[in-house]
C-alpha cells in the first residue's frame, strides 16, 4: 500500500508557499496566490479565480504529483512546476472562457512557479519518507514524442508570438513558414524523446510521459535561447537572459497544457500489442504531421500575424497607414516628429499652492513649430474630459479643439491621447495604513472617480507608482468593463472621434497611454487591452473618423523594455500604428535597480520594429526621453537621434513644458523639460537649448516613394529615396543661413524661410539623393 506521508508533507508544503507569500505580500503580484487588500465580488467569476478554481487545482495536482512522481526530487521539481502552471492556466481559463490565452498566460507565473516547486520538492523528498528509488520499464518514447512535434504547430495557439522570437528561431507556427515548422517540430520530438527516456522509467503512467512534455518544453526553450542569442547578438544589456526566461516560460507551458497527450500516448501505445496497430498508430502520427505541414504551406509567410483588413480610404488630407509606413494622401512617406504636451492633463497636486499645469498659449505651439516640430502628442484627461458619467465637459472639449486649431495654424499635426498614470489623479487618504513594504504616494491623472473601482484595495505604491493595489484593481475592473467602465470610454472615444472626423490635422487617436498591467497578465495585458483596442477602433470608425488609430502595450513595454502586447490578429483594421513608449536606458526598473539595462537602447528599436513588423503596423513612439543628470541625457539623447534617423523613425519626446507643480516631476527648484520654470519665481527659466538643438536637426517631413536612408547631424542631412514619383518632398533644416543642397534625382528644388530654419522642398522620380552641408 502507497504512503501518504509524503503526499500530505506536499501539501502542506505548498499551502504555506500559498497563504504565506499571500499575507507578506503587499502588492498582491509577487505570491502564487495574491490578496492585494481589496475585497472580493461575489458576482465577478475573476475577483474569485485565484481562490476557488487555482487553489484547488494546484493542490490537487501536487497530491498527484507527490504520490506518483517517485522519490527522486528532480521528478518532484518537474512534477510541481507542472502543479503551478495547470493551476494558473485553469484560473485564467475560467476568466476568459478562451483556451489558447489561458495557456499561454500559464507561463507568466514561471518565476514563482520554479523557486516554488524547488522548496515543496526540498520538503516533500526529504520529510516525505521513506526512499525507495524503483525503477520501471522505459516503455515508448518514439511515437508519443513524434506525435508531441507532429501536433505543436496545430496546437500553437499564442505560444512562441513575443519579440524573443526573432526570424531564424524555430519556432512551431505555420505563419513563419515551412522550414521553421519543420525544424521546430523535429526539435520538440526530439527532445521529448530524450525526456522520455530518462522520466518514463522513474514515473510510471500517464504523468511520466506528462512531465517529459515539461521537461521537453523546457530544453526546447533553451535551444531556442541560444538560436536567439546567435541572431540577436550580444550587447551592453541582459536581454539574453531575458530572452532565455520567455523562451523557456513558453517551453514549459506548452509542455503543461499540451504534455498530457504525451503521457496519454505513451500509456496507449504500451497497451497495443500486435504490430498492425502499432503501424496504424505510427501511420496515424504521420497523418498529423502531414495535416500540419499542408497547413503551414497554406498560411501565407510573415514575420508575425499582421493586421489583413482592406486599406482604409482616408480623405485626401489625412494622414494613414501603409503597411510599416505613414503617409499622406499622396502616397507620400512621412516621418512625425515632435514633442508631447501634457499642459491639459488633469494632474493631481501635491502642493494646493503650485500649479500642477502651466497654461497652453498660441506661443507655445509657435515655439514647436519654429524647432522644426511637426506634431505634438497632445494629452488629455478623462477626468476633466468626462467629470460626470455620459456628458463631456463643454470647457474642456473647447480648450482641446482651441489647441488642435492652433496647432494646425503652426502647421502641426496632432496625435489626441488619453492620458493616464497610475489611473486616476488621487493619492493616498489620510488615515490610511499602507501595508509593510508599500508607502503612501500622491495621486497623478487618468480617470474620472466614477470610473474608479478599487474594491477597498490600499491606495499605496511599491517601488514606484505603477505598483498599487488600488490601481492594479481599477485597471482590473477596466478590462474586465465591471459596471460598464470600458464601454463608457470607448463610447467617449466615439464622441470626440466624431467631432474630429473631418480635422485633416488630427494624425490621430492614441487610446491609452501606457495600460497599466491590473492583476493577471497576460489576461489583462494581452487578451483584454486587444479586445478594448478592438471596441474602441469599431466605435471611431462607426462614427466616421478615419484617422490612425495608435495604440500602445501596456507599461511593462516602458518599465522592461519590452512586453508582448494585445495578441496578433486583434484587429482587422489597417490603418493603425504601433506606438510603444522608447524608454530604454531611462526609466526602465534597472536603472532604479543599479543593474545593467535588461534592453538596451539600440535593441530596443529593434524590438519595437519586430513587434511592429509582426502587427504589420508602422512604428511610431510616443514618449522618449528622461535620462537622469545633464551630460548622460545629452549623450543618450546623441544616440537615441542617431538611431531614430538610421531606422527613418518619427516620436514625441516628453515633454515640452511641466509645471513646478506636477506630481511626474516631483516638487523641485527648476523643471525638468524643454521649456522650464524656475520654481522659486515661478517664471520661465532657460530652456534646454542643448536638447533643443538635437531634437531640432534636419530631417524629412514628408518624401516621395519610400526612404531607404537618413543620417542628420543640425543642418547637415543627407537623404536618400526610391520609387519617388511627384512632388511631395519636404525637408525642415534648422538654421539662419540658407543651406547649401545637392540633389540627384530632383527637380524643381525651392528653399523657403520660416521660423527657425528653411523648408527645401522639390520632386523626386526613381531614385533621389539629398544633401546639404557636411552630410557624409
Not at 516533500?124 to 520501471?136: C, D, M, T
Not at 512551431?172 to 525526456?195: D, F
Not at 503597411?323 to 502642493?351: A, C, K, M, T
Not at 543640425?714 to 512632388?727: I, K, P, S, W, Y
Request: net charge negative; charged share 20%; hydrophobic share 45%.
Amino acid at each position: 500500500m502507497r504512503s501518504h506521508r509524503r503526499p500530505l508533507v506536499a501539501l502542506v508544503s505548498m499551502l504555506a508557499l500559498v497563504l504565506i507569500p499571500s499575507i507578506a505580500d503587499p502588492t498582491g503580484l509577487l505570491a502564487l496566490v495574491g490578496w492585494s487588500g481589496a475585497s472580493p465580488r461575489w458576482t465577478e467569476l475573476w475577483t474569485l479565480a485565484p481562490y476557488v478554481v487555482f487553489v484547488p487545482v494546484l493542490l490537487g495536482v501536487t497530491w498527484w504529483v507527490a504520490l506518483r512522481a517517485g522519490d527522486r526530487y528532480w521528478t518532484l521539481v518537474v512534477g510541481f512546476v507542472l502543479a503551478i502552471l495547470l493551476a494558473q492556466a485553469a484560473a485564467c481559463l475560467v476568466m476568459t472562457w478562451d483556451v489558447a490565452i489561458a495557456a499561454w498566460a500559464a507561463a507568466y507565473v514561471t518565476a514563482k512557479a520554479v523557486p516554488a516547486a524547488l522548496i515543496v520538492a526540498a520538503a516533500a523528498r526529504w520529510l516525505g519518507g521513506p526512499v525507495s528509488r524503483e525503477r520501471g520499464e522505459r516503455g515508448a518514447t518514439l511515437l508519443p514524442a513524434s506525435l508531441f512535434g507532429a501536433i505543436a504547430p496545430l496546437v500553437s495557439g499564442l505560444w512562441w508570438t513575443t519579440v524573443v522570437y526573432a526570424l531564424g528561431v524555430p519556432i512551431a507556427r505555420p505563419e513563419r513558414g515551412i522550414l521553421s515548422v519543420v525544424v521546430a517540430m523535429v526539435l520538440i520530438a526530439a527532445a521529448t524523446w530524450i525526456s522520455l527516456r530518462w522520466l518514463r522509467p522513474r514515473v510510471p503512467g500517464v504523468l511520466g510521459g506528462w512531465l517529459a512534455a515539461v521537461v521537453a518544453g523546457a530544453l526546447v526553450g533553451v535551444v531556442q535561447a541560444l538560436v536567439a542569442l546567435v541572431i540577436d547578438g550580444v550587447r551592453a544589456d541582459l536581454w539574453p537572459l531575458m530572452a532565455a526566461y520567455v523562451t523557456v516560460a513558453d517551453g514549459l507551458s506548452f509542455g503543461a497544457c499540451v504534455g498530457w497527450v504525451v503521457g496519454v500516448a505513451a500509456v496507449a501505445v504500451d497497451r497495443i500489442r500486435s504490430a498492425t496497430a502499432l503501424r496504424v498508430a505510427t501511420a496515424a502520427i504521420a497523418s498529423v504531421a502531414v495535416v500540419a505541414l499542408g497547413v503551414t504551406v497554406l498560411v501565407p509567410v510573415t514575420s508575425g500575424t499582421a493586421a489583413s483588413g482592406d486599406p482604409v480610404d482616408t480623405p485626401p488630407g489625412m494622414l494613414r497607414a501603409d503597411d510599416e509606413r505613414i503617409v499622406d494622401g499622396d502616397g507620400n512617406q512621412v516621418l512625425l516628429r515632435g514633442v508631447n504636451v501634457n499642459q491639459l492633463v488633469d494632474f493631481y497636486s501635491p502642493d494646493a499652492d503650485v500649479e500642477a499645469t502651466r497654461p497652453l498659449t498660441d506661443e507655445d505651439f509657435a515655439g514647436m513649430a519654429e524647432q522644426g516640430f511637426n506634431v505634438v502628442r497632445l494629452g488629455m484627461s478623462w477626468s476633466a474630459l468626462e467629470p460626470e458619467r455620459g456628458e463631456l465637459d463643454e470647457d474642456y472639449v473647447t480648450q482641446i479643439v482651441a489647441a488642435v486649431d492652433s496647432a494646425k495654424e503652426h502647421g502641426l499635426y496632432v496625435v489626441l491621447d488619453m492620458h493616464q498614470d497610475s489611473w486616476w489623479n488621487e493619492g493616498t487618504p489620510e488615515g490610511t495604513t499602507c501595508r509593510p513594504g508599500t508607502d503612501p504616494m500622491w495621486g497623478y491623472d487618468g480617470a474620472p472617480g466614477w470610473a474608479t473601482i478599487t474594491d477597498g484595495a490600499p491606495r499605496c505604491q511599491f517601488q514606484g507608482r505603477d505598483i498599487s493595489p488600488a490601481s492594479d484593481r481599477a485597471f482590473q475592473h477596466f478590462y474586465f468593463d465591471t459596471d460598464g467602465v470600458q464601454s463608457a470610454l470607448v463610447n467617449t472615444w466615439a464622441e470626440l472621434a466624431a467631432m474630429f472626423k473631418d480635422e485633416e490635422a488630427i494624425a490621430g487617436y492614441d487610446l491609452l497611454n501606457e495600460p497599466g498591467f491590473g492583476e493577471t497578465a497576460p489576461v489583462t495585458t494581452s487578451h483584454l487591452l486587444g479586445r478594448f483596442y478592438e471596441r474602441a477602433i469599431g466605435a471611431i470608425r462607426a462614427a466616421g473618423a478615419e484617422q490612425i488609430v495608435f495604440i500602445e502595450p501596456s507599461i511593462l513595454w516602458s518599465g522592461l523594455g519590452f512586453d508582448s502586447g494585445p495578441r496578433p490578429g486583434f484587429s482587422d483594421d489597417a490603418n493603425l500604428a504601433y506606438s510603444p513608449h522608447l524608454y530604454a536606458e531611462s526609466i526602465t526598473m534597472d536603472r532604479s535597480l543599479g543593474i545593467p539595462p535588461i534592453v538596451s537602447m539600440d535593441r530596443q528599436f529593434d524590438l519595437a520594429l519586430r513587434a511592429a513588423s509582426a502587427y504589420g503596423m508602422p512604428l511610431w513612439s510616443g514618449e522618449y526621453g528622461y535620462w537622469g543628470d545633464d551630460a548622460d541625457r545629452v549623450a543618450r539623447l546623441e544616440r537615441y537621434a542617431a538611431l531614430e534617423d538610421e531606422h527613418i523613425l518619427g516620436s514625441a519626446y516628453w515633454v515640452w513644458k511641466q509645471a513646478c507643480g506636477d506630481p511626474q516631476g516631483g516638487l523641485v527648484d527648476l523643471t525638468d523639460s524643454l521649456m522650464r520654470q524656475d520654481c522659486a519665481t515661478g517664471e520661465d527659466a532657460a530652456p534646454r537649448t542643448d536638447l533643443l538643438e538635437i531634437l531640432s536637426r534636419a530631417y524629412p517631413r514628408s518624401a516621395p516613394g519610400v526612404l531607404t536612408s537618413l543620417s542628420a547631424d543640425g543642418a547637415d542631412v543627407r537623404l536618400t529615396g526610391t520609387g519617388g514619383d511627384g512632388c511631395g518632398l519636404e525637408v525642415w533644416i534648422p538654421g539662419q543661413a540658407e543651406p547649401d543642397v545637392q540633389v540627384t534625382g530632383i527637380t524643381e528644388l525651392e528653399a523657403t524661410s520660416v521660423d527657425g530654419g528653411w523648408l527645401v522642398t522639390g520632386c523626386a522620380a526613381g531614385d533621389y539623393e539629398l544633401r546639404s552641408g557636411d552630410a557624409p
